[in-house]
């Protein structure tokens, strides 16, 4: 895919507009710690989010969902065999599906079910840089992390992500001051966002779950990725802008989404 046929395409503001229309259903195979936040976030855009882990229902959970995420925070085994299924059945129904390894390069735990994960097609693989340092292959040193945070700036992991990209047939998003997002050959950064959003726990989960969102709406997974990076930027320095603190942030955030216009959306948009 080349850069112009993406960038060619209509901004993040249509995006939002789009989920905003269609309301599409998202099934989030996600973390104990990020259900609250990444189902209140789902709605405060516009979609409709389902938690679903279940390995008895979610096959047939995806067949009625627009869009699959799985999330590997707080994995177990019986976790990792319904996310197997459920992402082997996202592939066979044509549905779009986002992966977040979320510390995989913490563990061999995580490691190895992030690994099994990212060689079943994904959409879209989203982590921090520590962790697409991981899943790219890179040793426990080099990639870095803190347990579920990063250590390293996105950029200093672009030839990870593009080895991972190219590797996965992903495009990988590495967030982090300023974002990346590449299919293993274009590169796009999102300037937008704010320190506060690395100070609530789970906001890169909710990302995750609204960039599902995104690529149900939008058959491009570069753009999916970076209109959902947009649109979580411009309500974080919306919020920002409103709030005392991480707790009075978390609440204006939801709020500063469902307030988002989507024409002002694109003028926002910092993409450098
Ligand atoms: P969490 O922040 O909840 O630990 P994560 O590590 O998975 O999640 P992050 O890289 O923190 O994910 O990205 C979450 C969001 O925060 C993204 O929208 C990203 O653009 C934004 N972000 C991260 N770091 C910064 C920063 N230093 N300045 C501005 N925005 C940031
Ligand atoms: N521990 C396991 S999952 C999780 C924590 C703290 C949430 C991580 O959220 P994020 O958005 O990846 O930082
Ligand atoms: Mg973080
Ligand atoms: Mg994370």
Redesign the pocket.
Same mark, same amino acid.
């Given at each position: 895919m080349s850069k112009q046929s993406f960038l060619a395409d209509q901004g993040p503001g249509a995006t939002l507009a789009a989920i905003r229309d269609t309301g599409p259903l998202v099934q989030n195979i996600t973390n104990f710690v990020a259900m609250d936040l990444a189902a209140n976030l789902l709605l405060s855009v516009g979609a409709s989010p389902a938690m679903a882990h279940a390995g008895e229902e979610v096959e047939e959970f995806v067949t009625l969902a627009s869009a699959l995420t799985i999330n590997t925070g707080t994995f177990t085994s019986d976790w990792l065999e319904a996310a197997v299924a459920a992402a082997a059945q996202a592939v066979a129904t044509g549905t779009p599906w986002v992966l977040?390894p979320?510390g995989c390069g913490a563990t061999k735990f995580r490691l190895a079910n992030a690994s099994r994960l990212a060689k079943m097609r994904p959409t879209i693989i989203r #982590? =921090?840089?520590s962790?697409i340092a991981a899943l790219s292959g890179a040793s426990a040193q080099d990639s870095g992390g803190k347990g579920?945070?990063?250590t390293l700036a996105a950029d200093a992991v672009l030839e990870q992500a593009r080895r991972l990209a190219l590797n996965s047939g992903a495009v990988v998003a590495v /967030? *982090?001051?300023v974002?990346l997002v590449t299919d293993g050959d274009a590169v796009l950064r %999102?300037a =937008? #966002?704010?320190?506060l959003? /690395?100070r %609530? /726990?789970?906001? *890169?989960?909710a990302?995750t779950a609204l960039t599902g969102a995104a690529a149900a709406v939008c058959k491009d997974p570069m753009r999916a990725a970076r209109d959902a990076?947009v649109i979580? #930027?411009v309500a #974080?320095e919306r919020a920002a802008a409103v709030a005392r603190g991480p707790g009075s942030f978390r609440v204006a955030l939801l709020d500063a989404l469902y307030n988002l216009e989507s024409a002002q959306l694109d003028e926002e948009a910092r993409l450098p």
């Open positions: 977040d979320v #982590g =921090n840089a962790e579920v945070d990063s /967030t *982090g001051e974002d %999102v =937008n #966002g704010h320190m959003l /690395t %609530v /726990t789970a906001a *890169g989960c990302l990076l979580m #930027g #974080g």
